[in-house]
């Protein structure tokens, strides 16, 4: 075996590009170090025998008269060309991904192909000495013909590498492009790949997207905009209608607290005034809910505030209701009672007002009455491991103290005002028999209650501690 390693040099320089070609392939993705020390460590067995038999990669195969030999010597000189290219393009490809990753393929797939051209230039140049200065002339006369063919997809391709050059947008970041919003999901040699919000790819081209107008969501990081915006009567006092939505604005507590959600008058004319909410969420997946939860409680919000949207069908009605009265039919759950049922509830209902920050109902308390939130924003705090947090947020509408009035029992939840609340106050005297008598009532707060205390307790279940894996190898590094 040995002799035949000493007697055909050239035969094992052909064995060592194959074995090159199958390690590349065997070697996984997770090996890409080991990857980079085999195909240098071949390339230098490589030259090694070509030089030591003779073979200069910059001068013609020496053999002339020996014709099958002399092509073998001349394929594995050029083949050393393109060997070397490989070599090369693969160590500056790994240095590149370090420093720049992804978004520096295609400068990469770019760069290797100028020192691919340059070794096939140097091989027809030294090894079948071929006169360089005619077939750059042709090639630069066939680059002309096939420039102007591919214009369109030459203008897609430089427009990529600007692209990822100056990095307006990466991966994984959320941009509208021309009024196309989606997340990136590719940037390649032609276009980039957005998944939309309704799940569709949008596939732009580089040199649309390097003229458009480019908005990237996800820059700063963790912060994506949303804003919602009202219309209501130009008769409706502002500072009214201000201080309604920013209780809906405190409502939300999806809305990061630093950028600070605010409020402001976009237009007013004598058709209407648009008042707008605007803030920021931590990730673009919460935006579709902010905005929606946004607007329900600024509707719920002015309509406490005896405020009514531009588009209400009814505004004329709830003025001639009581605010009692007008509650009743704003709750879902007492919605069920009939006209003359709620009269009588709304004239056994009595206002209480809380500061912010003053508790309305402690947790573990037993209560003897059902409070109806008419204004202002509860919060409910429950804890975990003995620390406090607050898990949700109430207002207008939203019931309190349903325990005690169905079952003589409490909730482990604090509900204190955010904000100046005014509730009003049902005695369990008097719903104790309405509910016995209206089964739909009782129902409805039943399942209220349960869905509270299912919540509460996932809130505040104790997730199960990993145990850390045991074992020979884990003895011997605490060991060690």
């Not at 090894?127 to 420039?147: C, E, F, M, N, R």
């Not at 912060?223 to 309604?244: K, L, T």
Request: hydrophobic share 45%; net charge neutral.
């Amino acid at each position: 075996m040995l002799s035949l390693l000493t007697d055909h040099p050239l035969f094992c320089a052909l064995i060592l590009i194959l074995v090159d070609l199958g390690l590349w392939r065997l070697i996984s993705a997770h090996g890409s170090a080991w990857k980079l020390l085999v195909r240098v460590l071949i390339f230098a067995l490589f030259s090694i025998l070509l030089f030591n038999e003779g073979l200069n990669p910059m001068e013609p195969a020496p053999w002339a008269d020996n014709v099958p030999l002399h092509l073998a010597a001349t394929g594995l000189q050029i083949g050393w060309w393109l060997f070397g290219a490989r070599t090369l393009t693969v160590l500056i490809g790994a240095v590149m991904m370090q420093r720049v990753g992804h978004t520096g393929r295609l400068l990469q797939d770019l760069l290797g192909a100028v020192i691919f051209l340059i070794a096939i230039i140097a091989a027809l140049a030294y090894v079948l000495d071929l006169p360089v200065k005619g077939v750059l002339a042709t090639s630069g006369a066939l680059a002309i013909i096939v420039g102007l063919a591919l214009q369109s997809t030459l203008s897609d391709v430089f427009s990529g590498i600007v692209l990822n050059t100056t990095k307006p947008y990466q991966l994984d970041d959320w941009i509208s492009i021309d009024g196309t919003e989606g997340r990136v999901t590719d940037i390649d040699w032609r276009a980039t790949r957005l998944q939309t919000s309704q799940g569709s790819m949008a596939v732009i081209p580089n040199s649309l997207a390097a003229k458009a107008k480019i908005i990237n969501f996800s820059r700063p990081s963790n912060m994506f905009g949303v804003a919602v915006s009202v219309q209501v009567s130009p008769h409706a006092r502002p500072s009214s209608v201000i201080e309604a939505l920013e209780r809906a604005m405190q409502g939300c507590r999806q809305l990061l607290e630093s950028p600070a959600p605010s409020v402001a008058l976009k237009s007013s004319n004598s058709a209407g005034a648009e008042y707008e909410i605007s803030g920021f969420v931590a990730s673009m997946s919460e935006k579709r809910v902010v905005r929606n939860q946004l607007f329900d409680l600024a509707f719920r919000h002015l309509q406490a505030s005896g405020v009514n949207l531009l588009s209400s069908d009814e505004p004329g009605v709830a003025s001639n209701l009581s605010r009692p009265r007008a509650l009743l039919d704003s709750s879902p759950i007492f919605s069920t009672l009939r006209q003359e049922e709620k009269e009588t509830f709304s004239q056994n209902m009595t206002l209480q007002t809380f500061r912010a920050g003053e508790m309305i109902l402690a947790g573990g308390e037993v209560s003897d009455h059902l409070f109806i939130i008419e204004s202002g924003v509860v919060s409910v705090t429950l804890k975990r491991h003995g620390a406090p947090f607050e898990s949700g947020r109430m207002g207008p509408g939203e019931v309190i103290g349903e325990a005690g009035i169905l079952s003589d029992t409490s909730l482990p939840a604090d509900f204190s005002a955010k904000t100046f609340c005014a509730l009003y106050r049902i005695e369990k005297s008097y719903l104790k028999p309405c509910l016995d008598a209206r089964h739909d009532i009782n129902d409805a707060m039943q399942a209220l209650l349960d869905f509270r205390l299912h919540k509460a307790q996932s809130l505040t279940e104790e997730t199960p501690v990993a145990l850390p894996k045991k074992g020979f190898l884990q003895w011997l590094r605490n060991r060690v």
